[in-house]
Structures are given as C-alpha cells and as structure tokens.
C-alpha cells in the first residue's frame, strides 16, 4: 500500500496543486493544503482502501482545508472582502490535467534558474525538500529558504496560473526544458549524493519532459531533449566502474548499455529532425543516437558526428561543442588537425579542467607523449570533480611508464 | 555546538582523497591504511546518517585561486595559491556535536599522517559560557 500510495500521490500532487491554485491563487497556502491532503489520505486510504477518484478526493480534501486555512486568516485579520469568493460548493474541477501550467508556472522569468529548479521538483515532481536537499548536497534548511524565498517572489510578481499567453508560451516552455535539462544534469554529474536518493534526479527529469513532451508532441525541441535524456541515461551502468571512477566512452562496456532505451531515443530523434525547426537539444540528441547505435567505439559513424557538431557549432556556438567537434575531427582528419581547432580556445582567459584534458587526449593520439602528460596533470591540477582528477592522474601516470 | 574541521595538507599532485598523495600515508604498511580508511569511512557513514555531519568539501589545487587584495582604493586580483607555506586548505567539515569532547574524538579520526588536521570552534552567541 505504502508505495502505491506514493506512486499515486506523486503523480497527482501537481495536478492536486493546479487545480487549487488555478481556483484560488495562494501559491504558499495551496501548497500546504495539498500537503495536509496527503496526510488524511494516508490515514484513510490504507483502511478505506484507494478512493475510485484519488484525485478528486485529494482536490476534495486540499480545498476544504485550503478554505478553512484562508478564512481563520481572513478572520483573524478582520478581511472579509473576498471571502465569498471562497465557497467551498464551488469545488475546482478535478479533470483537467493542470501539471503543464504548474510547470511553466515554476519556470516564471522572476526567478533564477537554481529557484526554478526547485520549486519544479517541489511543486511538479512531488519531491519532498529533504529529498530535493539531498540531490543538490546543500542543507534542507538552505533548500527550504530557497523554495520559500522563490514562492515568495512569484507572489509579489503576481505570477498566476494560466497568466501564460499564446506569445509568452515559447519562451516559457523553453526555460521549462532548460529547468528539466538543469535537473537531468544534475542527476547525472552528480556522484556523491545520488545514491542516497529514492528518486534519481535523472528519473525524474525524464518523467517530467516525458510529460512535456506528451503534452507538445509537435514541439521538436521537447522531443529532442527527451531524446537525448534517453540517449544519455542508456549508458548510465557502462560510465563509472566499481570504483565510482569515470569510463571514458572509448572504453565503456557497450554490453551494458540499454538498449529498448537507445531504440526509443532514436526513434524520437529521428522523427523530430525532419519535423520542424533544428535545435541545439535535437542535434545533441542525433549525437548520442549515433554513439548509441555503434556497435563498438571503433565503428562509430565519426564524419556524421563531426558534420552534427559543425551544425550544432553553427547554431549554439560554445567551448564545450568545440572541442567535441575537434574530438571528432580527430577520428575523421587525424589528430593534428583537431589540435588545430583548439588553438584559438588556449588562447582565451578561460580555465577549466576540460580543454586541457581533450588536448591531453589528442597530443597522446599524435604520439606526444611527453606534452600529453603535462597537459593530463594540469587538467588534473585544474579539475573540481574528484572522480576525474583520479582518472586524469592515472592517465598522466601511465605515460609516465 | 558547531566547529569546522579543517584538513591543511600537501598532496604531490594535487589530489583526493590527499592520503594517495602524501608519501608519508603511502608508506605506511597496506594493512594499517585500509584500516585508517575503514575507520574514516564508517565514522562519515555515522555522521551523515546523525546529522553530526553538516557540509564538507574537498578543494582545487590551490594555485588554481584565486585572490582579492585592496589595492590603491579598488579590489585587484591575483592567481593563488594564498600562502608560500608547505601545506595548504585542502578541504573542511562543518559538524554540529554535543560537545567539545567528540569534537576531539572526530578530528583525532580525520587526523593522518603528513598532514595537519585543525578543530576549530565556530563562535555561536553565548558561546564563551560553555
């Protein structure tokens, strides 16, 4: 009963909230009643059995509380201006389906993309603040002022549901998948903290753009981007070893990738590329496919990957696709030449870890050895993540020998 | 009652955990390593799970900081690392404990040899009565 009872509760609480907060507005004060909703439902539901409606009942259950709540406050402040608005005949609907307008809700312009992130896994995922505290590896008490200091400012914005207009409705749902992909990212970088949570945070980006997806399928970004969250998680088992160390894709056990997941990714990209406009998150996507469909490293498709990372350059130009497209180059002109492309990034202010750990790669390609090991050991000396520093030092130490 | 722990260390490279660095934790006899580092492990397992454990990290390199020193009436920037000393900030623990006593009893854990470990109490209002 008990997890039945979650896989209910996880999927209607933003529906739950929606509706309430489509009827109501009070963000904060939905929010509780919907809380206070669960509650009587674990009371009730493991003696009573499932309701036939569970979420007509939790709508039920949050409105009468939500009513009560809002009118001891309204007393006690002596405000009675609108409290005929709040009669509880006037139940909201529960057959609308309202989790879409809480997440462009969440993904509010006032908000920075760290509050947006939150407040979608509180409000549209259903996690608890505990839970979303864990996956960031930040205290609950700072998750906990961070989601009230965001719910907060979209009540002094005036942020409704359904405030969303045809013209606004792009951006909003590209910063909603920008949100989901955050989420995914974090999910899958992460190696500390992921392990203590029930509900990986990739799971839970998946099933959220899943969501997205089914309610914009003509949205070729959204399909591309869940495309690529497939793609992506399918190699989860082959990428870090018993350790928790990092295996490079050359060396990954393509045995244990997913494969009905790599079919399904391929599928949504391959349906989504001639459909509509290209972007970023569909040719990063066709990317992946093309890894996942290669049998091994060395029969990867390198010609197409470097034309998708030319394409990809083009249109969301960035350090990180450049040196992709150079690894690239590498397989298709030979390590030289990709060397080249990564000439004019050196010069450039930036440090991080990752240019000088792709040019350690490629000058080990062209039999530089001696250069190769100097650039592994300051990527090492520049990496943050501990996993990689580890595998830069071994790569640096077996050059040695 | 609330401390950091700090663990100022000198890996050759830069690494963590800085014992596989440090020569001097190198050369101590394999057994007795993975006994350290069983006992390290278990005691962090204990204080996450008793909330003891309230943030920690491991640092960069120290030359990879970088520092902010007022200079001619503006802040001016420079490239770390902050200190010429041998060893340098590798990393730190915020715990809240019942007391003085396991404060000592989880620094003396941290401890190991090559490096230095500093308990250090955080000032909390009141605290000087304690």
Not at chain 1, 103 to 115: G, K, M, V
Not at chain 1, 259 to 265: C, D, K, M, Q, S
Request: aromatic share 6%; proline share 6%; glycine share 6%.
């Amino acid at each position: 009963m008990d997890t039945r009872l979650e896989d209910v509760w996880r999927r209607e609480s933003p529906h739950v909230l929606g509706a309430l907060v489509r009827r109501y507005g009070h963000f904060d004060a939905c929010e509780d009643a919907v809380q206070e909703a669960l509650l009587s439902a674990a009371l009730h539901w493991p003696r009573e059995g499932l309701p036939a409606n569970p979420r007509g009942w939790l709508v039920r259950a949050a409105s009468r509380r939500l009513v009560d709540a809002l009118r001891s406050d309204r007393a006690r402040l002596d405000r009675e201006t609108t409290a005929n608005r709040l009669a509880p005949s006037e139940a909201p609907a529960t057959d609308s389906d309202d989790s879409l307008h809480v997440l462009l809700l969440c993904c509010h312009p006032s908000l920075t993309p760290a509050s947006q992130v939150a407040l979608t896994l509180r409000a549209v995922g259903g996690l608890t603040t505990e839970q979303i505290a864990a996956a960031f590896l930040v205290p609950v008490a700072t998750m906990g002022q961070r989601i009230s200091r965001a719910k907060a400012r979209l009540q002094a914005a005036g942020a409704r549901l359904g405030d969303v207009t045809r013209a606004d409705l792009p951006a909003r749902v590209e910063s909603a998948r920008q949100v989901l992909y955050l989420v995914f990212n974090e999910g899958y970088a992460a190696t500390g903290g992921s392990d203590l949570l029930d509900v990986p945070l990739t799971a839970e980006a998946i099933r959220l753009t899943r969501e997205l997806h089914r309610r914009l399928p003509s949205d070729t970004e959204t399909a591309g981007l869940l495309a690529l969250m497939l793609l992506t998680e399918a190699r989860r088992a082959a990428r870090a070893d018993d350790r928790g160390d990092l295996v490079p894709l050359a060396d990954q056990d393509r045995g244990r990738w997913d494969r009905p997941l790599i079919a399904e990714g391929v599928r949504l990209v391959e349906a989504a590329l001639p459909a509509g406009p290209v972007g970023p998150f569909q040719l990063q996507a066709a990317i992946a496919a093309v890894h996942g469909e290669a049998a091994a490293y060395a029969d990867t498709d390198w010609p197409q990957i470097a034309e998708l990372y030319r394409m990809l350059d083009a249109i969301a130009p960035s350090r990180v696709v450049t040196m992709n497209r150079a690894v690239a180059v590498a397989m298709t002109d030979g390590p030289e030449a990709a060397l080249a492309m990564l000439d004019p990034l050196l010069r450039e202010p930036v440090r991080g870890h990752r240019l000088q750990a792709v040019r350690a790669h490629l000058l080990e390609q062209a039999g530089r050895a001696t250069e190769a090991r100097a650039a592994f050991r300051e990527a090492a000396r520049l990496a943050t993540s501990t996993p990689e520093q580890r595998y830069l030092h071994r790569k640096a130490a077996a050059l040695a020998d | 009652m609330k401390y950091v722990i700090l663990i100022h260390s000198n890996p050759q490279p830069w690494g963590h955990p800085t014992g596989d660095y440090i020569a001097e934790h190198q050369a101590l006899p394999a057994a007795q390593r993975e006994r350290l580092n069983a006992e390290f492990e278990r005691l962090l397992t204990e204080m996450s799970a008793n909330g003891e454990l309230v943030a920690a990290e491991a640092l960069a390199d120290p030359s990879t900081a970088t520092l902010y020193r007022w200079s001619g009436g503006e802040p001016l920037a420079t490239d770390g690392p902050y200190s010429e000393s041998k060893e340098h900030l590798a990393g730190f623990f915020l715990i809240d404990v019942s007391g003085p006593e396991r404060a000592q009893e989880i620094a003396t854990a941290f401890s190991g040899p090559g490096e230095t470990v500093e308990l250090r109490p955080a000032m909390w209002p009141g605290g000087e009565e304690h």
